[in-house]
């Protein structure tokens, strides 16, 4: 399973973006979809998560401004942020746990490729 992010980009202080990620692959469900984000010198830290059934998390630096959805027949998860700041400047990366049917089913996690969120005041 792939996952294939797009969005990104720089906006000033107040604006928007929306971030969306695609899984591909075959033979393939999908559980847990989650967008993390890493700043210059930090760690990675988890922004939102939403389960299959629509369940959704948040950091707390980012409640009330991000908004996490997803399509599961598309297999797509959309990160919608609005009432951006200097700090939500990170590289963002969308991350899935997924089930692929072989001889059994196997689980695992894949990671897209990161976009890059600026912010500027």
């Known amino acids: ?23 591909s692959g075959s033979r393939f469900y999908i559980n847990d979809m989650n967008w993390h984000r890493q700043a210059p010198g ?9 389960t299959s059934s ?7 630096s980012v409640k009330g ?9 598309k ?13 939500d400047t990170a590289v963002y990366y969308c991350e899935a746990d997924y089930g ?3 001889d059994t089913w196997v689980q695992g996690r894949t990671w897209g490729q990161g976009t890059q ?4 005041s």
């Open 54 to 60: 629509g369940s959704t998390n948040y950091a707390d």
């Open 65 to 73: 401004r991000f908004t996490i959805s997803r399509d599961n027949a």
């Open 1 to 23: 399973v792939q996952l294939q992010a797009s969005g990104g980009g720089s906006v000033e202080v107040g604006g928007s973006l929306r971030l969306s990620c695609a899984a």
């Open 100 to 102: 692929v049917l072989g």
């Open 75 to 87: 297999n797509t998860v959309t990160l919608q942020m609005n009432s951006l700041k200097p700090e």
């Open 42 to 50: 930090k760690q990675r830290e988890l922004v939102a998560g939403i």
């Open 117 to 120: 969120v600026t912010v500027s």
